[in-house]
């Protein structure tokens, strides 16, 4: 594990594997480093950095947050690498990876799957906001982590089942105070084309063949407005595709690094 000091002074956990060409690869909502495991095999083809984004895991947080501490971290592990960085963000860290862009010159490339971009906001009701935010402040953090899994992302029941039976439920509970803070930064985020028209790197956006028909909007709005985009379907899965079809991820990612 190495420490990456963000420009707050934050301490940010990296990890490394492989050789060859950099790519970092930033987490979603309620994960950590580790949801990476299951596409280890990245590492056979490239040197993968992976990070704690700030409030979980290994990393440390701040007192007060704000979305934008999110993507300085993203820039300042960038720039301690030393080289041009491939960057993949999944979710949230989607999210963070294209604000990120703004922030640093050694981005080699962009990967987005399924970016939590709304064009509506986060969907979520007043009921719903009010049970999280019940259950947030009495710190029941699997009933959070539940909520957000099943009427939030919508999750299938199938899927769900597999989560709390995998290794990683337990590292997801911890993280699950941060997903009301997340949330809202989706709420307050507009984004606008005209400050992405800088943009020339290669950029690759992953949407899941199954996933619903918000997330193809918001694919589409970014494909017309970051200048050399191009969509990749990935038949057959939805917002997990790293865990649900690792191969498939994996061949789709060194299919558009290699080219």
């Keep these: 594990m190495k420490r990456i000091i963000s420009k707050d002074g934050t301490s940010i956990a990296c990890w490394q594997q492989g050789k060859g060409d950099a790519l970092l690869l930033i987490h979603g909502t309620t994960s950590d480093h580790l949801a990476w495991s299951p596409v280890s095999a990245l590492a056979q ?16 947080d701040s007192g007060h947050y704000a979305f934008e501490r999110e993507c300085e971290d993203v820039a300042a ?7 041009n960085v491939h960057l993949l963000g999944h979710s949230f860290g989607g999210l963070c990876a294209l604000e990120a862009t703004r922030l640093t010159e050694n981005i080699r490339s962009l990967i ?11 969907g979520w009701s007043a009921t719903v906001e009010t049970n999280l935010k019940i259950l ?13 899994y099943r009427d939030i992302l919508k999750t299938p029941r199938s899927e769900l089942m597999a989560l709390q039976a995998g290794p990683n439920w337990k590292a997801r509970t911890a ?31 992953l949407l899941g063949g199954d996933s619903p028909a918000r997330r193809y909007d918001t694919a589409n709005l970014l494909s017309q407005s970051l200048p050399n985009s191009r969509i ?18 994996t061949h789709e990612i060194v299919r558009f690094l290699n080219n």
């Design 45 to 60: 083809y490239f040197s993968v950095w992976t990070m704690d984004r700030r409030g979980r895991g290994d990393s440390d």
């Design 77 to 83: 592990v960038i720039d301690a690498i030393g080289t």
């Design 112 to 122: 987005l799957y399924e970016p939590s971009i709304s064009l509506t906001g986060s």
């Design 136 to 148: 947030h402040e009495s710190e029941k953090w699997e009933e959070v982590l539940l909520l957000f």
């Design 175 to 205: 993280t699950s105070r941060t997903i009301l803070r997340e949330l809202r930064s989706i709420d307050h985020y507009v984004f606008n084309p005209q400050r992405f028209s800088f943009l020339q790197i290669p950029v690759l956006l």
């Design 232 to 249: 990749e379907i990935l038949q057959g899965q939805q917002h997990s595709a790293m865990r649900t079809a690792p191969d498939l991820f």
